[in-house]
T-cell receptor, first 109, second 115 residues
Framework: KQEVTQIPAALSVPEGENLVLNCSFTDSAIYNLQWFRQDPGKGLTSLLL?????REQTSGRLNASLDKSSGRSTLYIAASQPGDSATYLC????????FGTGTRLLVSP | DTGVSQNPRHKITKRGQNVTFRCDPISEHNRLYWYRQTLGQGPEFLTYFQNEAQLEKSRLLSDRFSAERPKGSFSTLEIQRTEQGDSAMYLC?????????????FGPGTRLTVL
């Protein structure tokens, strides 16, 4: 069964900290790994897409890595800001996306 | 093209009523997906289409749910005899057909509240 797990479920940090969100998946036959941001009551915004042949992707203060052999991905957020507060979801791409339950991030000023 | 659109954005209905949601994908994408998300959970797959063909349905999609994509463009998701447990955010996504694996181009979602 294709499962995606995210830890921690929730994270609270002061502004300026660097932080790491973790995602693990059970099926290494993954095509891609995608990270999303979701604000309360809103839809999903794609942050980063890592194709299976890649090991990492960067966008601004965000860096995501992918290790298919260990079934893990991490999202690194540098110099966190209050505007980063949201739920972060990772999804393994197969014929469909399989999502984790997300990490709720709160960055305090 | 401005992306995936969904209508309505919000729907409040009484238990037992039927509801229908519409999704318009990115025009050049031939794959279309429906997901459901409840509070505190990640989106769960419901069904997907390649052009007009419905290729996979989740066990979550009971016989009260039906999805169509008659001309391979927009799609509708109908829920008959709604129950309170159907209250959720219904998300639609589209993906290029040539991509290996699903890519997540999501619409804003339709939030359903069943009273």
């Amino acid at each position: 069964k294709q499962e995606v797990t995210q830890i921690p479920a929730a994270l609270s940090v002061p502004e300026g900290e660097n932080l790491v969100l973790n995602c693990s998946f059970t099926d290494s036959a993954i095509y891609n790994l995608q990270w999303f941001r979701q604000d309360p009551g809103k839809g999903l915004t794609s942050l980063l897409l890592i194709q299976s042949s890649q090991r990492e992707q960067t966008s601004g203060r965000l860096n995501a890595s992918l290790d298919k052999s260990s079934g893990r991905s991490t999202l690194y957020i540098a110099a966190s800001q209050p505007g980063d507060s949201a739920t972060y979801l990772c999804a393994g791409s197969f014929q469909k996306l399989v999502f984790g339950t997300g990490t709720r991030l709160l960055v305090s000023p | 093209d401005t992306g995936v659109s969904q209508n309505p954005r919000h729907k409040i209905t009484k238990r037992g009523q039927n509801v229908t949601f519409r999704c318009d994908p990115i025009s050049e994408h031939n794959r279309l997906y429906w997901y459901r998300q409840t509070l505190g959970q990640g989106p769960e797959f419901l069904t997907y289409f390649q052009n007009e063909a419905q290729l996979e349905k989740s066990r979550l999609l009971s016989d009260r749910f039906s999805a169509e994509r008659p001309k391979g463009s927009f799609s509708t998701l109908e829920i008959q005899r709604t129950e309170q447990g159907d209250s959720a955010m219904y998300l639609c996504a589209s993906s290029p057909g040539l991509a290996a694996g699903a890519l997540g181009f999501f619409g804003p979602g339709t939030r359903l509240t069943v009273l």
